[in-house]
T-cell receptor, first 112, second 114 residues
Framework: SQKIEQNSEALNIQEGKTATLTCNYT??????LQWYRQDPGRGPVFLLL?????KEKRKERLKVTFDTTLKQSLFHITASQPADSATYLC???????????FGKGTSLLVTP | SAVISQKPSRDICQRGTSLTIQCQVD?????MFWYRQQPGQSLTLIAT?????????ESGFVIDKFPISRPNLTFSTLTVSNMSPEDSSIYLC???????????FGAGTRLSVL
């Protein structure tokens, strides 16, 4: 069956450090992979999309890598800030093509 | 981008009753989806709301339990029917527009069934 696995343990880091979150998947051949941010009581908010033919994508302090051989994506936040504290979700397009399947998310806490 | 409004934001309901959740998008979108997020769990796709036709349900979800309407390109409703405590969850609406491959989400409806 299809699975999307994210580190279920919360990630605690100090302000200014780089946070690295992992997303592994099985039984998918995704055309693209997405990362979303979710704050308590809110819906997910889109951050970055990376296509299968792209190795890396950057947006400001965010960087995503995509290794289709390893079936893994890494999500980096450099120079992290307390405001980056949230749950980060990895998502892949479903078999229907347009809807998304999500991982459980990794909770990030950045402390001053 | 698309801004999505969901109503109600939360509700407490009695077992056996039904609740209809509304989702309004501020622009026309190609597709709308309904997800459920149980505490500590991932988002699970319930169905795709198709404009002018019956919704497409994922495995484990049926129309009798979760009837969905989508009368136009900016509005959809999800009804949770004959509720039980197991239906307590957050229900999220999302919208997708062709060409961008991004989904925009509402803030969700937090449902508690007693």
């Amino acid at each position: 069956s299809q699975k999307i696995e994210q580190n279920s343990e919360a990630l605690n880091i100090q302000e200014g450090k780089t946070a690295t979150l992992t997303c592994n998947y099985t039984n998918y051949s995704p055309a693209y992979l997405q990362w979303y941010r979710q704050d308590p009581g809110r819906g997910p908010v889109f951050l970055l999309l990376i296509r299968e033919n792209e190795k890396e994508k950057r947006k400001e302090r965010l960087k995503v890598t995509f290794d289709t051989t390893l079936k893994q994506s890494l999500f980096h936040i450099t120079a992290s800030q307390p405001a980056d504290s949230a749950t980060y979700l990895c998502a892949l397009n479903s078999n229907s093509g347009y809807a998304l399947n999500f991982g459980k998310g990794t909770s990030l806490l950045v402390t001053p | 981008s698309a801004v999505i409004s969901q109503k109600p934001s939360r509700d407490i309901c009695q077992r056996g009753t039904s609740l209809t959740i509304q989702c309004q998008v501020d622009s026309q979108v190609t597709m709308m989806f309904w997800y459920r997020q149980q505490p500590g769990q991932s988002l699970t796709l319930i169905a795709t709301a198709n404009q002018g036709s019956e919704a497409t349900y994922e495995s484990g979800f049926v129309i009798d339990k979760f009837p969905i309407s989508r009368p136009n390109l900016t509005f959809s409703t999800l009804t949770v029917s004959n509720m039980s405590p197991e239906d307590s969850s957050i229900y999220l609406c999302s919208a997708w527009t062709s060409g961008r491959n991004i989904q925009y989400f509402g803030a969700g409806t937090r449902l508690s069934v007693l």
